[in-house]
């Protein structure tokens, strides 16, 4: 019912730049937080940022002052730039929204298909 497609995974190198961008779609009564998740090889998945339904931004410790997240309420999108990206940056990268649909209202956790950012010299 509800799908969340990401897109600007790839290779960069040490120090490079990358954006990402979700898109959501579905039969949506309204969105709270929004976000993105990564998750590395022998790690669990982590918060790398998200925005609330209210606007406010919020950065995991390793991530702040390198990457930015914007919300776009009317067109239903969330986008991450990552800028002076270092190798402990690599992971899958997956778009996180919490989402009331019709015909049950109760808000769900909805995850997109997760794309892949590899950091290299």
């Known amino acids: 019912q509800v799908q969340l497609v990401e897109s600007g995974g790839g290779l960069v190198q040490d120090g490079g730049s990358l954006g990402l961008s979700c898109v959501v779609s579905g039969s949506i009564i309204s969105i709270n937080d929004m976000g993105w998740y990564r998750q590395a090889p022998g790690k669990q998945r982590e918060l790398v940022a998200k925005v609330t339904s209210n606007g406010a931004a919020i950065y995991a410790d390793s991530v702040k002052g390198r990457f930015t997240i914007s919300r776009d309420n009317a067109k239903n999108t969330v986008a991450l730039q990552m800028n002076s990206l270092k190798r402990e940056d690599s992971a899958v990268y997956y778009c996180?929204?919490?989402?009331?649909?019709?015909?049950?209202?109760?808000?769900?956790?909805?995850w997109g298909q997760g794309t892949q950012v590899t950091v290299s010299s």
């Open positions: 996180n929204a919490i989402i009331r649909t019709f015909p049950v209202q109760a808000p769900l956790n909805y």
